[in-house]
T-cell receptor, first 116, second 118 residues
């Protein structure tokens, strides 16, 4: 079974600064997807960024980028030019590349605070 | 609004009572997922449907839990004889199915139903 670990329960960043959230995972599969989801307080979870394991290039979405290290099974999220609206719980998630379920396996989350 | 909706948003019940939650997926999404999120944890997969067929159930889904999607549209999750350990946020998500076994379609999440069992 796959596991996802987020070792930072809370992080804080000043507005306009950069912050990196860490995620490690364990799997015996060679092909899979990795995701970062954002869950704002009392609001629904939304997808921030996705990485396919077979792609060597790190995914980027505007101010969000990842550092995907397949051999180390590491998948960190970098948020540049942090904004107050970035404050939320961030979850790292894993999905097998094949199979019918496409269920997501989540980490325990990192709460990001953004200060002025 | 064309997002995933869930009803109710909050439910408080006494131990031993039955509760039922509803999820309305994004129209045309024929995959529907249920997850449970306890305090301080990430969501955990419970079950999923493709159309009206329930294709997978997690071992977390004890025999007190039952999920249905009778017409392949909305889904209900019922918990019988609730226990305090059932207190959690119950999340629903929907997506299109993969075009093939390896492709990906984003799961869109609803706001969740927060259950408190006293």
């Amino acid at each position: 079974a796959q596991t996802v670990t987020q070792s930072q329960p809370e992080m804080s960043v000043q507005e306009a600064e950069t912050v990196t959230l860490s995620c490690t995972y364990d799997t015996s599969e060679s092909d899979y997807y990795l995701f970062w989801y954002k869950q704002p307080p009392s609001r629904q979870m939304i997808l921030v960024i996705r990485q396919e394991a077979y792609k060597q290039q790190n995914a980027t979405e505007n101010r969000f980028s990842v550092n995907f290290q397949k051999a180390a099974k590491s998948f960190s999220l970098k948020i540049s030019d942090s904004q107050l609206g970035d404050a939320a719980m961030y979850f790292c998630a894993y999905r097998s590349y094949t199979g019918t379920a496409s269920k997501l396996t989540f980490g325990t989350g990192t709460r990001l605070q953004v200060t002025l | 609004d064309t997002g995933v909706s869930q009803d109710p948003r909050h439910k408080i019940t006494k131990r031993g009572q039955n509760v039922t939650f509803r999820c309305d997926p994004i129209s045309e999404h024929n995959r529907l997922y249920w997850y449970r999120q306890t305090l301080g944890q990430g969501p955990e997969f419970l079950t999923y449907f493709q159309n009206e067929a329930q294709l997978e159930k997690s071992r977390l889904l004890s025999d007190r839990f039952s999920a249905e999607r009778p017409k392949g549209s909305f889904s209900t999750l019922e918990i019988q004889r609730t226990e305090q350990g059932d207190s959690a946020m119950y999340l629903c998500a929907s997506s299109f199915p993969p075009f093939d076994g390896s492709s990906y379609n984003e799961q869109f999440f609803g706001p969740g139903t927060r259950l408190t069992v006293l």
